[in-house]
Structures are given as C-alpha cells and as structure tokens.
C-alpha cells in the first residue's frame, strides 16, 4: 500500500502542512509569550514609579494604605506590594497571608545597587503557577517589591495550546485529504495508460490510450507510449508479412524437389533418371539455403545481432576489384562494363566483406536486367563527406510501381518472375548499408536502365 505513489503523496502533503503548522504555531507561541511578558512588566513599571513618586512626596505613612488598597482591589491572592527597608525588613506592604517565605535574594539585591528595575519569574512553592516579580531601589536606598501572579497568562497559553492541538489535526487531516485528492486526480490518467497496457494483448495490438486533459506530462506519456506502441504494431504486421513470404517462398523450392522426385518415380526410372532427379535435388537445396542464409543475415544486420568489423576499407579499390571480378561474365554476355573511379582513396569504417557483398548484388542485378549490347557503369566518387558508390546500367528499368518496393525482403519485380533470385538480394544492400550508417537511392526508367547508389560517411 505505502509503495503506491498516491499513499506517498499523501503522506508528504500530511507530513509536510504538519510541518507547516507546527513552526506558525511555534512563532506565533513566541511572540504571544513576549507581548503578554512585556505587558506585564509594563503593568509592573507603572506600579512601581507610581508608587516610589508616593513614597518620595508623601512619605511610608502615606504609602502604607494605598499598597494595601491596591492589594485589596486586585486580589490579595494574585498580587503582593511590599516596601521594605535595605535590611530587608517590610515597612509596609498589602495583605501577605497568602505570599508567605517571600525574599530577596542576595543576587537580585547586588543587581538592585546598580538602579533600575529588576524583573524576575520565580516560582513559589505551594502555587501552581511561576509570579513574575519587579524590585526597584527608590532614592533612600528602601526597595519596592511587587509580584504579580502569571495565572492568567499561563491560562491563556493553555487555551492556544489547545486550539493549536485541534487545529494541527484539522491540518494534518486536511494535507492528507488535499495528497490524497491530488494524487488520484494524477493518477487517474496514469491507471489508465497501465489499463491500456495491460489489456493489450495478442488480439488487440490495435488499442490506444485516449489523450485526456490531465497536463502536459501525461499526456507526454500517452503520446510516447502510443508511439511505442505504432512501432509494436507495425513490427508485428512486418514479422506476420515476412513470415508470410518465408512461407510461401520456401514452398517453392521444396514443391519443385518434391515434382522432380514424383516425376521421376512416375514412371520406371534409369539410373540416368536418378542422376538427373539428384542433380536438380542438389541445386534445389543449394539455392534454399543460400535464400535461408540470406535471411538469417539481413535479420541478423537489421537487429544489430550481426557483429560489422569496423575496419577502414578503401571503396574506390574495393569497387575496382568487384568491375575486375564481374569483367569475365560482362564479356561474355557482351556488355561493357566500365569503371568512373576516384583515384583518390575513398575510406570508410566498415565490414569489407559485407560491403563486397553490396557491390556483388548491384553489379550482378545489373547484369541480370540488361541485355547486350549494353552498358554498365560502376561510379565511386567522394561528396559532401559521403562516399557515393553508383551501378548504373542500360537494362530493362523498374516499373514505377515496382520502385517502392523493389529493396523489401522477398519482392520481385512483374519482369524479374523469369529469372533466377530470390528478392532478397536488394533488402541485403540496404540492411548492410544502414547498418554502416548510410543509405541507398534507386533512379530508373523502363525500358532505359537504372541507377543503384549508396552512400556512406567517409573517413579522410
Ligand atoms: P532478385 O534479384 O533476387 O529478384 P533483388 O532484391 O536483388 O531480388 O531485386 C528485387 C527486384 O528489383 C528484382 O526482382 C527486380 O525486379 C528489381 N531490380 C533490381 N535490380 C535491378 C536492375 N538493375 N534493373 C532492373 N530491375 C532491377
């Protein structure tokens, strides 16, 4: 329970208004306890030049019946006025029945010397409440002593005290609730992003959260996770279109090893029959796992399971090895084969093998799509810090609705159906491409020819 974000919450916003209760409570404390202090010593001061300005004009016969009239009127019980000698003997005073054991003590008497009033809070035992006390020595050396009890102030710090009590749990209640509230009105929106999550299954990958009004950072989060979960989707709908074609690809060959073999065990075959059935058997099988080799690398490039050596491989001379490689079988189809190469060196990081592959698979669907007397020229120049490596042949061209399809696994173009592959050999290009961070471009008009470029940082 204490693990969810909305117990946390409220715990905070309770933890943190008691917090804020308790020091507005502790400064307001304070500065009751200084003002109720500073009125009674103020209360106290008057008393006492009151009283020392009687004593100087009238003199302690004068004296004696107002301090006792002022006991009276004020309470015998909350406050005491005495006028005592310098020995400290009382030479007049109110009622002191209920102030028994009252003193000066030595300390006050030294501080008395030095003139002024001085103020004390005492306690005084057998009273519940501390008296605060005022000496001052008048002008012949005598000392006025009054004590006023502290009950009323102690009382009304009682009561604050309370009301502080009560109102520190309506506080604490209320942060509680305010946490509490707030957290479900955020967490709302995020249940439902996880109800969204956890009701998609394999059946409805389709599903999206619906964008609220909750603030921008859930909806960031529905937006993102909506995102994630397009590209769920459409990787789903690639694999279901990939297994598809593997599927119907791999039953070509094996339908066509199965014919052989029906064909040939129709009839009462010869030893030449079964030589002819291996053959075929064995180029068959040859081309099935070549297809199924193939898919298992461009998988591999695409996911990044494949591990590119990252070395630096000159194009310029790899694509002069690859015109030298495909020189012979150009001939012999009777198609040129030039080479428009920089003679600087083009360098860039990658896997030479599979980048001799990418070469391999262009000139070789060069030869494929064109027909004698044709021409096929491989480019390989530096441009814009890419190197641009192009095949560009005079053979039949790509229909335009072929064009946006021509680099997906397993697609063939309407004209290629009679020839020899398998369409995976221009998703290999790309898959290799991109994973030395380039890219591939296609140009083509039927009937006139095409342009095969890829490009990829160069290194200088
Ligand atoms: P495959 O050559 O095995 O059919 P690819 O992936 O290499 O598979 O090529 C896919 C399709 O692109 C081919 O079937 C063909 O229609 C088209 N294509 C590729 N290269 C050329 C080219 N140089 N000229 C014309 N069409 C081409």
Known sequence: ????????????????????????????????????????????????????????????????????HEGESEGVESVFYSFLSPSLEILASSDMSSWTGISVDPDTLKRLQRGGIVYRTVSVPGREYPVRMAYKMVFDGNIIHIGSTLENDASLKNIYREIFGIAFMVMLFSGALMGWLVSRKAMTAVERVTRTASSIDKGNITQRVPLGREGKEIHDLAVAFNGMLERIQSLVEELNEVTDNIAHDMRSPITRIRGIVETTLSHDPGIHDYREMATMVLEESYRLTEMIN???????????????????????????????????????????????ISRERLLVKGDRSRLQRVLANLIDNALKHTNPPGKIVIKAIRADGSIRISVTDTGTGIEEHDLPHIFERFYRGDKSRSTPGSGLGLALVQSIVRAHKGDTEVLSSPGKGSTFTFFIPGIS
């Open 1 to 68: 329970m204490l693990k969810t974000v909305a117990a946390r919450l409220t715990l905070w916003f309770a933890v943190l208004f008691a917090l804020i209760s308790l020091a507005v409570f502790v400064l307001a404390y304070l500065t009751l306890s200084l003002n109720l202090n500073k009125r009674m010593d103020e209360g106290l001061e008057d008393e006492t030049s009151e009283f020392e300005d009687l004593y100087r004009s009238n003199g302690i016969e004068m004296l004696k019946p107002v301090l006792q």
């Open 294 to 340: 193939t898919m298992l690398d461009i998988a591999q490039t695409d996911s990044g399971a494949a591990r590119l050596s990252a070395e630096e491989v000159d194009l310029a001379e790899l694509a002069h090895d690859a015109c030298e490689l495909f020189q012979a079988v150009a001939e012999n189809k009777g198609i040129d084969l030039v080479e428009d």
